[in-house]
């Protein structure tokens, strides 16, 4: 949280440790997405052969209230832990938390032969997201509008409609 209500950030912006101690904040958060990086990378080098970084789309999540000035940062940051600009989103941590929930497998359907599946939400299904921390809470809620397939995979795609509602309606549904 030492990012959010920064105006300005430069690369000399400094984070103080527990200890007392100050490094740039750049080098923290670039050698940290390294490190994920590297790990993630080497990792999936002895499982799968053939995924190579270059494969790879980051992607990193940032908290939706941070100013541009901060995710600029992260992303200066994530180039200097080796993840190009051509291979990085920058999202917010609510849509990506509800992309996530949305391709949940919570919805039980028994078949004609009896067999059990569990599918993603379904059509006019709504949810809710509290993301709470950090200082903060935000929370959404997202109805599944309708089934869509993207032309990049074969992964079933759902188009989302947002709507914030009051805490009223939510109790009252």
Known sequence: MQLYGKEELSKDFMLEGENGLQMPAIKVFAESIKFLRTHFEDHIKNKVDAIKPRDVEWVLTVPAIWPDPAKKFMKEAANAGGIPNSRL??????????????????????????????????????YLILDAGGGTVDIT????????????????????????KSMKHLTNS
Do not use: H
């Not at 849509?95 to 006019?124: H, M, Q, W």
């Not at 509008?145 to 759902?158: C, E, G, I, Q």
């Open 89 to 126: 989103i920058l999202a917010l941590e609510p849509e990506a938390a509800s992309i996530y929930c949305k391709n949940l497998p919570v919805d039980r359907t028994l078949s004609s032969g009896g067999r059990s599946t569990l599918d993603a939400f379904a059509p006019g299904t709504q």
């Open 141 to 164: 809620v997202q109805e599944i509008k309708t089934m869509a397939t993207s032309n990049r995979s074969t992964w079933p795609m759902v188009e989302i409609g947002a709507e914030l």
